[in-house]
């Protein structure tokens, strides 16, 4: 018999007074009981792992702000919501195709495809990122997402509620048109290379995910609602975009280099052609069903975010971004 054994024996032939060897098996008892209690829900770990993947929903801008307060500066990528949708998202090269609704192509996948849609030109896949390769990306994002909130659902169920809960569902990547994949650079606050996919929907509601593989591990931030330019702004640069042409504010001066970027974001369909300068170059778009997606590679450091024109058939300039008050100018 071990120590343990023996002390325990002793411990019980010990009990003298009466009624003492009934009162240490019940102690006994107890101890075992409290040993193979259920542990609680782990909220802190779904918490951590959600802030860490950068979940795309904020309840509100007052919301945004106290959680802002709270977390560290190097945190940059927080999701305010869309400038002309309402604030349920969680997150802002010339050829134009033929898929684009300005020349009668239609958004939709055939009905018969049993995956994601593909991009309109083979040059919005990037890096020798295969289309298998995106739509495998995409799918395991969409799989986390939906895993994420049945977490957060089955937490919530035991008293404590969270506005994340109430997300609605991302759906599945049959629904999706990619229309980016590219390599992602890791930084001091989301360390680890990887690769991002961008893939957008129209049904059952507008909406635009941005997916990256770190490690093998998935994050995604997502925007739904109205995401289209109008006539003010008939070219509409993705708010969340900076996910895809900027490192982290902690390495501001020292980024990786040279660094794949790209931006994405909507076109009225008088948009005939868009173009994108960044560091020092500057390439035109590709126009892929409402949507604009252009790319490049950084070779030197920057502090002004990319500059974006939008033209009509004739030539003339309809969109300059340096003119557009609510696009973010300059790097944070």
């Not at 860490?52 to 945004?64: F, K, L, Y």
């Not at 049959?174 to 930084?187: E, H, K, V």
Request: aromatic share 6%; net charge neutral.
């Amino acid at each position: 018999m071990n120590d343990s054994g023996r002390d325990e024996r002793e411990a019980l032939d010990g009990q003298d007074a009466p009624g003492g060897f009934e009162e240490r098996m019940r102690d006994l008892l107890a101890e075992d009981a409290f040993t193979i209690r259920p542990s609680p829900a782990p909220y802190p770990a779904i918490r951590r792992r959600g802030l860490r993947e950068r979940r795309r929903r904020t309840a509100a801008i007052g919301t945004a702000v106290a959680v802002l307060a709270a977390v560290p500066v190097g945190a940059y990528a927080l999701d305010l919501g869309d400038r002309n949708g309402p604030a349920t998202a969680a997150p802002r090269p010339s050829v134009t195709a033929a898929g684009n609704p300005a020349a009668g192509g239609s958004p939709k996948a055939p009905a018969s495809q049993a995956g994601p849609a593909r991009p309109a030109t083979p040059g919005q896949l990037l890096d020798g990122i295969s289309f298998a390769q995106a739509t495998q990306g995409l799918e395991k994002c969409l799989r986390f997402d939906a895993e994420t909130t049945k977490e957060l659902a089955k937490h919530a169920e035991g008293g404590t509620e969270s506005p994340a809960v109430h997300r609605e569902d991302l759906g599945k990547a049959s629904q999706y048109r990619i229309i980016l994949a590219m390599r992602s650079t890791g930084d001091s606050n989301a360390p680890g290379d990887g690769y991002h996919v961008v893939a957008v929907r129209e049904q059952p509601r507008p909406t635009r995910v941005i997916c990256t593989i770190r490690d093998g591990q998935p994050g995604i931030n997502s925007s739904s609602g109205d995401m289209t330019g109008d006539a003010a702004h008939p070219v509409y640069p993705d708010i969340n975009s900076g996910k895809l042409y900027q490192q982290s504010i902690i390495d501001k001066g020292s980024w990786k280099l040279p660094f794949r970027w790209g931006i994405i974001g909507t076109v009225h369909p008088s948009v005939a052609k868009v173009t994108a300068s960044y560091g020092d170059s500057t390439v035109p778009g590709v126009l892929d069903h409402g949507w604009f997606v252009a790319y490049g590679t950084l070779n030197r450091q920057v502090t002004k975010a990319p500059h974006i024109k939008g033209y009509d058939a004739a030539g003339k300039l309809v969109y300059d971004s340096d003119r557009d008050k609510e696009y973010d100018k300059t790097l944070p």
